[in-house]
Every structure is written in C-alpha cells, then in structure tokens.
T-cell receptor, first 116, second 120 residues
Framework: AQKITQTQPGMFVQEKEAVTLDCTYDTSDQSYGLFWYKQPSSGEMIFLIY??????QNATEGRYSLNFQKARKSANLVISASQLGDSAMYFCAMRDSHGTASKLTFGTGTRLQVTL | KAGVTQTPRYLIKTRGQQVTLSCSPI?????VSWYQQTPGQGLQFLFEYFSETQRNKGNFPGRFSGRQFSNSRSEMNVSTLELGDSALYLCASSPIKPGLAGGPLINEQFFGPGTRLTVL
C-alpha cells in the first residue's frame, strides 16, 4: 500500500524568504508519480507541480521546485520568494501506477502561514 | 479553457436523505475522480470514472455511488446520509498523457471548487 507522510502540521515563513515543505513516501512500485497541491481557505485544490519516478531532473514550475531524492523516498516542495498569497494548506500526493488509474493518495497536509 | 465545475457548492441535508452531486470536467478530459475531505480522515479517494466506466473504487460503503455520462460529466450519489458524511466533496478531471522517457502516465488532476455537504 502507498503512504504519504507530511510531518509538519504547520509552518511559518517571512515574506520573500524560501521555505521547504517536507514529504516522504512509501511504495513498492518502481513507477509512480508525485504531486503537490495547494488548498486555500476557499477549498479548491490547485495543482502546483509533478515529479515522475523516472524523471532525472527535479521538477520546477516558477517559484515552486521539487527536491526529489528517490533513494530517501522524499519529495520536498521548495517555495522561493514567499508571498502572502502562498498562505494555504499544502498537500503532497502520490499517484497509483497500476494501469491508467488516477487514484491519488494524499498526505495530511502542511499549513503554511506567510508573515510580513 | 473553463475549469472543473461542481454543483451545488453548498448543501444541507438531514440524516437518512440522499444527495446527488454533479461535476463537469475540463473539456477534453475523460477521467473524473471523486474525493472526500474531512478534518478527521483527510482526503480520501472515492472512485474514478473513465469513458463511462468505473475504473477504481476507494474503501467506502455501497451508499456511495457514481456514474459518468457520455459527455464525461459525472455525478455521485450518497444514499441514507449519516452525520459522518458531512465533508467537502472534490471532483477532479484528468487528461491522459503519456509519461516522459517511458515513465508513468502523467495524470495531473485538476480539481473543482468542491461541494460542501452538511448533514444535520
């Protein structure tokens, strides 16, 4: 069974600083996908970044980058130059690799608060 | 391109009633998944539909069901509502794209705003 662990229930970061949100995963699959989503208080889940297990380069999307360490089974999200609008819940998720199924297994999330 | 839409956005029901939630995926997306989010259990996968067929189902009782129409729109139904069914129900649509360098399929899931169901 797949499992995602996010050990930081809450994080604070000052505006314009970088922050790393931790995510470790457990799977016996060789082929899998890892995702990060942002959930503001409105409830909508916003896709941020994706990393495939075979991707050799760390994924980057604007201010978001994913620090993928396959041997350690970690997929930490790095947000550079934090903005007040980054305050939200952040979820790490893993996609089941069997067939073309789209089931995502989510972690418990990290609440990020960006301060002035 | 319009995003995933879910209706209604808010719903209040009483125990024992049934409810139907609707989801319209992004145009061209054929896969629709449903998730339940509660403070206690977090985000849990309910089921996934692709081309009108249920491909995957989470660990929920049979009171939870769904279907997908030929236009990819999906509905989920919960019968005999219980207090514990109060949750945010999220729908996600996904294109099916091949992975990079022989890797897994990239199934980015794009979520709708959710339907917040309150059971009294």
């Amino acid at each position: 069974a797949q499992k995602i662990t996010q050990t930081q229930p809450g994080m604070f970061v000052q505006e314009k600083e970088a922050v790393t949100l931790d995510c470790t995963y457990d799977t016996s699959d060789q082929s899998y996908g890892l995702f990060w989503y942002k959930q503001p208080s409105s409830g909508e889940m916003i896709f941020l970044i994706y990393q495939g297990s075979y991707d050799e380069q760390n994924a980057t999307e604007g201010r978001y980058s994913l620090n993928f360490q396959k041997a350690r089974k970690s997929a930490n999200l790095v947000i550079s130059a934090s903005q007040l609008g980054d305050s939200a819940m952040y979820f790490c998720a893993m996609r089941d690799s069997h067939g073309t199924a789209s089931k995502l297994t989510f972690g418990t999330g990290t609440r990020l608060q960006v301060t002035l | 391109k319009a995003g995933v839409t879910q209706t209604p956005r808010y719903l209040i029901k009483t125990r024992g009633q049934q409810v139907t939630l609707s989801c319209s995926p992004i145009s061209g997306h054929r896969s629709v998944s449903w998730y339940q989010q509660t403070p206690g259990q977090g985000l849990q996968f309910l089921f996934e539909y692709f081309s009108e067929t249920q491909r995957n189902k989470g660990n929920f009782p049979g009171r939870f069901s769904g279907r997908q129409f030929s236009n990819s729109r999906s509905e989920m139904n919960v019968s005999t509502l219980e207090l514990g069914d109060s949750a945010l129900y999220l729908c996600a649509s996904s294109p099916i794209k091949p992975g990079l360098a022989g890797g897994p399929l990239i199934n980015e899931q794009f979520f709708g705003p959710g339907t917040r169901l309150t059971v009294l």
